[in-house]
């Protein structure tokens, strides 16, 4: 992906705070580059445990002449005493954010006829009261125009009985986006992205067909031009979750 000097990073986003949960991971780490490196935003990019993986990233882009502030962060959302501590702190750090990017989760099969309490409240607490929360103590360190997106799951249309906590936790996700829509518009639009499968650039897409219906699975950089649209699309759209199932769900 190449890499804009900040001089050259040009957009209303510019030097404007992204929050991002979840940032290590794959999609994560794709969404911060993008957000820093083409927007020229500032970054507080957060994790539950691995945190070198954004070293590594924040590195290879000062390498490449990238210099945003960028801000690493470690809590578990999950958590609600970690979560308010972690929100405290980003607080204290940042002003004038731009966009909220909710992709942290927890992802591991909790089937319906043996899921434990603990289990659905640990789901609910990091997809559903988390991402809620933030939006609730960052509200007001957001200027027009700012961005909340929620990172769903396709698979919320019809459920996956086999990951019932998982499922039943991320659709709260797309309450929100719409629920939220209608409160915070027209400065702030709120939206969902909701694949089924998204390639990593490094596998092949063949064994992935055999699980959808038709088309082709979603990879980053398609992410990435939604969340471009989402960014440029202006109060012309919100409260939209924007599908990207490669047609899983048509029969």
Request: glycine content about 6%; charged content about 20%.
């Amino acid at each position: 992906m190449p890499v804009k000097n900040r001089e050259v990073a040009a957009g209303a986003f510019r030097d404007r705070w992204a929050v991002i949960t979840g940032a290590s991971s794959p999609v994560g780490l794709a969404v911060a580059t993008h957000l820093m490196s083409v927007h020229g935003m500032r970054g507080v990019l957060h994790c539950r445990a691995h945190r070198r993986p954004l070293v590594q990233l924040v590195e290879r882009l000062r390498r490449q002449g990238l210099d945003v502030p960028v801000l690493i962060t470690q809590a578990d959302l999950a958590d609600p005493r970690a979560l308010e501590r972690w929100i405290a702190y980003v607080r204290r750090q940042v002003d004038h954010v731009g966009v909220l990017f909710f992709n942290a989760a927890n992802f591991y099969k909790t089937p319906w006829a043996q899921m434990k309490w603990r289990d659905f409240l640990r789901m609910m607490t990091l997809h559903g009261w988390a991402p809620i929360r933030i939006i609730q103590k960052f509200y007001e360190k957001m200027e027009p125009p700012a961005r909340v997106i929620f990172m769903v799951d396709a698979g919320i249309e019809q459920g996956y009985p086999a990951y019932a906590a998982y499922t039943a936790s991320k659709a709260v996700m797309a309450h929100w986006t719409r629920l939220l829509a209608r409160v915070l518009s027209p400065w702030v639009t709120v939206h969902a992205i909701a694949p089924y499968w998204i390639r990593r650039e490094d596998e092949a897409s063949e064994p992935v067909l055999l699980r959808i219906t038709r088309g082709e699975p979603a990879s980053l950089v398609t992410l990435l031009r939604a969340v471009d649209l989402i960014l440029e699309g202006g109060g012309a759209m919100t409260g939209q979750v924007l599908w990207m199932d490669s047609g899983r769900w048509l029969g």
